[in-house]
Structures are given as structure tokens and as C-alpha cells.
């Protein structure tokens, strides 16, 4: 009898010899079974969410999905510019980061990181743009 390792092996093999017919064999199911597929695809998320989360987290920003959560706590779900409640947001809030230093900041909404990010990269031309236009200069 074949080990496990012996098996995977000659999968792999027959898979890389008649990789256009295993193609083809696996889209057909996929479309016949799409509605299959998706579902146990949405289990699989739910199921490994938070461990997907957590090493996104630690591999990214270098904090724990706990050390996201309790900012998210301290923030009430809400977005630290906008103030927009996690519920409102279609995306979860995202961890705002200081790209030079790498220390972290707050949990922004995608809008207000977008917005803060352009506005970081490009704040000097900005004021002086502002400050030339501007009317009320006291």
C-alpha cells in the first residue's frame, strides 16, 4: 500500500499530465455546482476568519487581532476621522499606520485612510496651494 506522501505525488503527476483535461473537468463542476461551491467556500471563510485576520495582522502591521480589537473597543466601532459606525461601513475599519516610523495610529474607515494617505504623501504642496488662495489671511 502507497504512504500518503506516495499518493499526493502521483496525484501531482497525473495532474500535470493531463492538466487541460483536469481544467476542463473542474470548471464543468464548478459551473454545475455553483451554488454547492460557494456555500462551502462561505463556510470556510467564517470558519477561518479570525486566524486569516490574525496572521494578516501580525505579518502587516505587527499586532494581534486582540490588539485590533481592544483599539476597536476604545474606538466604539467607530472611525477615529468621520466618527462613521463600523455598521454603516460596507469594509472593516482599517488600521491606520504612520509608513516612515510603522507605529500605529487608529481604526480608520477606507475613505478617510485613502483621504489621509493622499493627503500625508502630498501635504506641503497642498498648504502652500491653500495658503495661496486662501482670503482670510489674518
Do not use: P
Not at 483536469?22 to 486566524?51: D, G, H, M, P, S
Not at 505579518?59 to 485590533?68: E, F, K, R
Not at 488600521?95 to 480608520?108: N, S, Y
Amino acid at each position: 500500500m502507497k504512504t500518503a506522501e506516495e499518493r499526493k505525488q502521483y496525484r501531482r503527476e497525473q495532474y500535470l499530465k493531463h492538466k487541460d483535461r483536469e481544467k476542463e473537468t473542474r470548471r464543468k463542476y464548478l459551473i454545475k455546482n455553483r451554488e454547492k461551491v460557494l456555500e462551502i467556500q462561505k463556510r470556510w471563510n467564517n470558519k477561518n476568519f479570525e486566524r486569516r485576520k490574525n496572521i494578516i495582522l501580525k505579518n502587516v502591521y505587527g499586532i494581534t487581532l486582540d490588539d485590533y480589537n481592544k483599539m476597536f473597543n476604545t474606538q466604539e466601532g467607530k472611525c477615529a476621522i468621520c466618527q462613521r459606525h463600523q455598521n454603516e461601513l460596507t469594509r472593516s475599519l482599517c488600521v491606520d499606520h504612520d509608513h516612515k516610523t510603522k507605529q500605529i495610529r487608529a481604526l480608520l474607515c477606507i475613505t478617510c485612510n485613502t483621504d489621509l494617505a493622499s493627503v500625508e504623501n502630498r501635504l506641503e504642496e497642498m498648504t502652500n496651494y491653500l495658503n495661496k488662495y486662501r482670503k482670510d489671511l489674518n
